[in-house]
Nanobody, 120 residues
Framework: QVQLVESGGGLVQPGGSLRLSCAAS????????MGWYRQAPGKQRELVAA???????NYADSMKGRFTISRDNAKNTMYLQMNSLSPEDTAVYYC??????????????WGQGTQVTVSS
């Protein structure tokens, strides 16, 4: 099995910054695409950004220029640097990973989520 553990969420003032981390552990052979999603109260979960194993990135339009996704393949860890945060960014942020297990099966995993609250 694989565990994804997010960290770095919290309360920040408008205009501030946060850096989220997602660490994957378990029976991992390789991790393909990893991504950050978020879900605000009363809204559907939406893609924030995704990154391939090779480093190609994809951002939701509203995050472009403010958020930066990155990963360290050696550590099976992904990051999300969030700048210029606004109250509209308040949500639970989830980590997602497309994982090839040591058993040669491939599965999609989610983390438990980390709360980001932007408020003065």
């Amino acid at each position: 099995q694989v565990q994804l553990v997010e960290s770095g969420g919290g309360l920040v003032q408008p205009g501030g910054s946060l850096r989220l981390s997602c660490a994957a552990s378990g029976s991992i052979l390789s991790i393909y695409t990893m991504g950050w999603y978020r879900q605000a109260p009363g809204k559907q979960r939406e893609l924030v950004a995704a990154i391939s194993r090779g480093g190609s990135t994809n951002y939701a339009d509203s995050m472009k220029g403010r958020f930066t996704i990155s990963r360290d393949n050696a550590k099976n860890t992904m990051y999300l640097q969030m700048n210029s945060l606004s109250p509209e960014d308040t949500a639970v942020y989830y980590c997602n990973a497309d994982v090839m297990l040591v058993t040669s099966s491939r599965r999609d995993y989610w983390g438990q989520g980390t709360q980001v609250t932007v408020s003065s």
